[in-house]
């Protein structure tokens, strides 16, 4: 319960500090931001849509992980972890995709032009889309659980091929190599504190949700169990 | 080495898939007839233009995926469908089998790409490779890695209700860095750039069949066993 309250206050204060603090260009005290050059009020997209992205990559993680212990053990709790943090994982994905291409539209004129980050983006949701498509398919229940599972795995391995294989074919205008070019975090100590409690504060909403889901799912299995005896 | 596979259990049921596809030759026949219908398509679309050197590269590379996709979805289903399944499992294990139907795929795709390239540069006049070297490593280790995963996808799909339209949309996300460092290459093939230039390509596609095989070799026997 205090959890809770906690996550709903921190989450709100993230969001009036992100949208109503002041930018300008030298920062005096702790509630102001500093200008970012050639994005301006368009930077504070960072609060919000990296969070998302975040949250998007560990959803993935943790459905791969579940998914390799379901196939060590054999326990279906595992497959329903597993693809509770998918489901979470696709959610955040399309709302990562749908405020990074609105970013877009108003920062390099388009929806959608290819950017490597818009690719990665895309491929997760591809993944996504062909887990889901899979699990709807098999219909007995270990079989579906073992085989999206190996799914997940060769589809996990080949993202890092994207890591070494964009750079190779485009550059990225994404402004994350634009602010911090070395790869070293140097934001304004207030942007900063606000963007990692965004971080902190949207893992946290994830992991409510996952719980809740999983308690969900698994109630739902115990009755569907209840009701074939 | 028992413990690994065994080459010529590997081999026979090779050989196995070999015979009953040249006694149906419902593969064969079904990718030959795919790959001239969609050259036609393309043949009818591009009409008089020329089309430039990145479109015919990526062109060449979507005849290729898709024949693929019609094509191999059978290794796996036609053991369903036909019931053999339960004998394959009693008389050899499971990594011989994945290695079989590798193999096997690996040689119905080099049969189909062979044919698919002679037919386009026939047929596309303003497909002139200029280092065909750079080509040929392209075509080599592109089959290979294709036929990797998809030998590996053929197997998870042939387990669930809807074969043959799923096996695209699970392909597509694990193929995709493959088809896009194949079409760079085949584009600098069109360039002639030279062969070392173009080395860090190869890398990555030897890397990745490294690597689907490997995961597919590990993975297998989860998808095999029921």
């Given amino acids: ?229 | 080495m028992n413990k690994i596979f065994n080459i010529n259990s590997a081999l026979t049921i090779f050989i196995k898939d070999f015979r009953s596809e040249l006694r149906t030759r419902y593969a064969l026949n079904a990718l030959i007839m795919f790959v001239i219908t969609t050259l036609a398509i393309i043949l009818f679309a591009v009409a008089n233009e020329t089309p430039s050197i990145e479109i015919s590269a990526g062109i060449l590379w979507i005849v290729i995926f898709f024949s693929a996709m019609s094509g191999m979805a059978r290794t796996f289903v036609s053991e369903e469908e036909r019931g053999t399944v339960m004998t394959l499992h009693l008389i050899a294990k499971p990594s011989t089998v994945f290695f079989g139907k590798l193999l096997f795929n690996l040689i119905l795709l080099f049969l189909m790409n062979i044919f698919t390239v002679v037919l386009y540069l026939i047929l596309i006049p303003s497909f002139i490779i200029k280092s065909y070297d750079i080509f040929l490593l392209t075509i080599f280790l592109g089959t290979i890695g294709l036929s990797a995963a998809s030998t590996i996808i053929a197997a998870i799909i042939a387990k669930s209700n809807t074969k043959g339209t799923l096996y695209p949309v699970l392909s597509f996300p694990i193929l995709l860095p493959l088809l896009m460092i194949v079409i760079k290459s085949t584009k600098s093939a069109l360039e002639g750039i030279e062969i070392a230039k173009a080395m860090g390509d190869f890398q990555v596609m030897i890397a990745y069949f490294v690597v689907i095989t490997a995961v597919s070799y590990l993975l297998f026997d989860y998808v095999w066993k029921d």
């Fill in chain 1, 1 to 229: 319960m205090v959890f809770k309250i906690i996550l709903g206050i921190g989450l709100t204060l993230v969001i009036i500090a992100g949208i109503a603090l002041p930018m300008v260009s030298n920062p005096s005290s702790f509630f102001e931001l500093p200008v970012v050059p050639g994005l301006e009020d368009k930077a504070r997209i960072i609060f919000f849509h990296v969070p998302t992205a975040w949250v998007c990559v560990i959803a993935f993680i943790t459905s791969l992980i579940y998914g390799i212990q379901y196939l060590r053990t054999k326990e279906i709790l595992y497959d329903i972890k597993s693809v509770t943090a998918a489901g979470l994982g696709f959610l955040f994905c399309i709302l990562a995709t749908v405020t990074g291409a609105i970013w877009s539209k108003f920062t390099w004129g388009a929806f959608w032009n290819w950017d490597p980050r818009q690719t990665s983006i895309f491929v997760l949701l591809l993944i996504y889309g062909a887990y889901f498509a899979l699990r709807s398919s098999i219909e007995v229940e270990e079989k579906r659980a073992s085989l999206s599972a190996v799914y997940s795995i060769i589809a996990g391995l080949t993202v890092p091929f994207f890591i070494f294989i964009i750079p190779r074919i485009v550059s990225s205008l994404h402004p994350d190599p634009i602010i911090n070019p070395q790869g070293k975090i140097h934001m304004n100590p207030t942007m900063l504190v606000i963007f990692l409690s965004s971080l902190t504060g949207f893992t946290a909403v994830y992991y409510w949700m996952f719980n809740l889901r999983v308690r969900f799912s698994k109630l739902l299995y115990q009755q569907q169990m209840k009701e074939q005896e």
